[in-house]
């Protein structure tokens, strides 16, 4: 897919940089971690909740952002131990875009994600706004209770943008006059946002001045 050849390149690139003796461990290992991390994290004291959060980590993606986090917090933090702070921006960007996914299959009004029934499909529209509602409310619950404020606020520029790319897109495609200029406005903000938004925390984890991170 278009996602695993650019998440392929960056790995590629990163490993020429550092040499190629125990590169792909070290990005490997912080991965391996991040899964559980990221699902203590997506754990909650309510029955209903906790099965749909279930259902919806068990079905993960290549997990590409998380990846582009580390890969950024690597190349700008050497060769010490990733630091908690980079787990915490991998999670904080994980979740938000998962909830993204979750409300955009509802307003989509699709029924499949990831080549299984999606969670408005299987558990209806009321319960699927929630858990995106609940995804981003832990994210930025997460990102407050450690003091990132730096990470918040460069995620909240982020989901401000990528609102604004869905909802350019929507008018556009009614109207039927999507030109070439519009279709890069769109996907600047659907989709270069976030991964710029993962560089940029990845950046930020391992104490990039601003320069950098806004580079």
Same mark, same amino acid.
Not at 49 to 72: A, E, N, S, W
Not at 101 to 114: A, F, G, I, W
Not at 196 to 211: F, H, L, Q, R, Y
């Given at each position: #897919? ?7 390149t960056?790995? #590629?690139?990163y ?10 461990? #070290?990005?490997?290992v ?6 559980k ?5 997506m754990?909650s ?5 906790d ?8 079905r ?8 582009f ?12 131990p990733?630091p908690e702070?980079?787990?915490?921006a ?28 999606s ?9 699927a ?30 989901a ?13 495609a009614r ?11 769109v ?5 270069? #946002? ?5 560089t940029?925390?990845g950046?930020?984890?391992v ?9």
């Amino acid at each position: #897919s278009p996602g695993g050849l650019i998440l392929a390149t960056l790995v #590629s690139c990163y490993l020429m940089t550092i040499g190629t003796g125990n590169g792909m461990l #070290s990005i490997i290992v912080p991965a391996r971690a991040f899964e559980k991390k990221f699902r203590d994290a997506m754990s909650s004291g309510v029955p209903l909740l906790d099965r749909v959060l279930y259902y919806i980590v068990r079905r993960k993606g290549k997990q590409m952002r998380p990846m582009f986090v580390f890969l950024t917090a690597k190349m700008l933090g050497g060769e010490a131990p990733l630091p908690e702070a980079t787990y915490r921006a991998a999670t904080l960007i994980e979740m938000g875009h998962t909830a993204s996914l979750v409300h955009d299959d509802v307003v989509d009004e699709s029924d499949r994600r990831r080549n299984f029934f999606s969670v408005n499909a299987v558990w209806k529209n009321k319960i699927a706004v929630l858990v995106g509602d609940y995804m981003l409310t832990q994210a930025l619950t997460l990102a407050v209770d450690y003091g990132e404020f730096d990470m918040l606020r460069e995620v909240g520029h982020t989901a401000k943008r990528m609102s604004e790319g869905e909802l350019l897109q929507i008018e556009k495609a009614r109207r039927l006059n999507i030109t070439e200029e519009v279709y890069y406005d769109v996907i600047r903000g659907k989709t270069a #946002s976030l991964i710029g938004a993962c560089t940029a925390v990845g950046a930020i984890s391992v104490g990039a001045d601003k320069a950098t991170v806004d580079r």
